[in-house]
């Protein structure tokens, strides 16, 4: 059993956890109750951790103090949605528990544990029990006790894992949602896989390996021969899926058209490798499927030419060396004026119309991938303000918007809790660029709050929620983020809204359009809108935002 681990063995701890989660990312989402396409508990989190893994292959820590101090720090940064912000909270605490350290206990990892619960409890404003709080809560009190049977990390780990188990099963009756689904909370699920990969790291098991086996980045040009290379180019991309699409004839397209064929694939997105003569075509039909995110090629015979003489081959890697020669953007730029706004959305429509009413920096994000806390730094260090309110207009983005407060030298930071997208706008009116700062904080949340938004958009899985039955692929509307309705056809669904008690009691109704909409479609929507809310002001505007079909404020 062992005892003591030390900086480097902390460090391949927290790789294999990010490993281990990686590869239960999916089974730790389709534990959400609510089927909306929104960041989910598995994705944030495997990206948060995923950023605090990729610090620790770069250079091994001398101490213990110094590896938990750089995984806290990267955490913070790549802290994304809630549960990747309390994941990074409870490492924080976990790293003031170690430092100073050279190496680590039993009794002193679970001291850590239990401080990195306190940090985590301390900086949610209203904890509630049944969550990942509650599971970390109980391992770590268990830790302790059991550090004192026998001072050995393997140990304490162990018992640490098993009494989470039992506080995770719990959850479910802890959590009305949670109980009523007949779910377990995912964040503490979660984050026992974390625990468990750092204990499988200690033990020898070998780390898992993701869902769909690993596609391969580049060619093995050197142990090649000309006549082997039987189609020209090394082809690597990645495509966000269409919702419900299968890809089975692109793999028959791909594999018509060329070898070497390999494809990754998960729930949202595929990765592509095959060598073709033509990757442009294979871009193209690609695109049929999703929306081409990445790409890389790569000519193999001239690759392979290059090596034959003795020559380095050029390769697409030497444009990324090329971009690290340019120089780094500005850091915190000078303060020009007294305030400046950040806000998120998702949609160039979107960005528009923040860009109109005076936001000095948009990042792109929202639904299905919510910023890092490192995003919103960055822009907020971009911002040449001294005070800078945040936007965030996304329940699941105010907890990392608000982990930069204090963070960036030389600003203020005012998150406003924004919840929805018609809320940062309506916020964004009512800023004075001369008043308080107490006075537009009230006033903008004052605003905000006024604004019912509802929104159209389709279910991500199969579900049971409150008193729906919802199949994957259905249209949903929810009113002020509770689920209004579910329906097979988006006509009714936008009636129903329309003469809901908000649209009827509204002054001003502003209806924003996604990308997926045509102009045909929206405008029938106004006429509607028009039709059914007389006594409403009715505005149409092409948002351009993915995934929700129909943004609706309504004042």
Known sequence: MID??????????????????????????????????????????????????????????ASIGQAAASNASALLRGA????????????????MGLKGHDTADGILLSAALNEGVRSAYKAVMKPAEGTILTVSRLAAQRACQAAQEHNSVEHVLEAAIAEGELALADTINQNPVLKKAGVVDAGGKGF??????MLDE???????????????????????TDEE?????????????????SIESFRT????????????????????HVHTDIPGQALTEAQKYGTLELAKIENMRTQYEDMAAGRTPQSTDDLDMDQAAQPEEPGIVPVEKKYGVVAVCAGEGMASVFRDLGVDGIISGGQTMNPSTEDIAREIAHTPAEVVFVLPNNKNIIMAAQQCVGLIEGREVVVIPTRTVPQGVSAML??????????????????????????????????????????????????????????????????????????????????FYGEDVSAEDAQATLELFQRLCPSAEVTLLAGGQPVYYYMISAE
């Open 202 to 224: 200690l033990r020898g098991i070998p780390a898992p390996q993701s869902e769909g086996g690993a596609v391969q980045e580049k060619a093995d040009f050197a142990s090649l």
């Open 4 to 61: 003591i681990i030390d900086g480097a063995q902390f460090q391949r701890m927290v790789i294999h956890a990010a490993a281990s989660l990686n590869a239960q990312k999916q089974t730790i989402n389709e534990l959400n109750v609510f089927p909306v396409p929104d960041g989910d508990t598995g994705t944030n989190m495997t990206l948060t951790i995923d950023t605090a893994a990729t610090e620790a292959r770069k250079k091994p820590a």
């Open 430 to 511: 009512v800023l004075d660029p001369e008043g308080e700062v107490d006075a537009n904080v009230q006033a903008m949340g004052e605003a905000a709050a006024a604004v019912h938004t509802s929104e159209l958009t389709y279910a991500a899985r199969d579900s049971e929620f409150d008193g729906f039955s919802i199949k994957a692929g259905d249209y949903m509307a929810l009113a002020d983020g509770h689920l209004f309705g579910t329906g097979a056809t988006m006509p009714q669904l936008l009636e129903q809204l329309a003469q809901a008690e908000p649209q009827q009691n509204a002054s001003f109704i502003n209806i």
């Open 253 to 272: 397209y791909l594999n018509s058209i060329g070898d070497s064929l390999v494809i990754g694939e998960d729930d949202e997105a595929f990765k592509v």
């Open 192 to 197: 026992l896989v974390i625990l468990q990969g």
């Open 80 to 95: 994304r949605g809630n549960s990747g912000v309390i994941l990074s909270l409870l490492f924080r605490g976990v790293s």
């Open 229 to 245: 290379i039987t189609f020209t180019f090394d082809t690597v991309f990645i495509v966000r899926k269409q919702p419900g699409k």
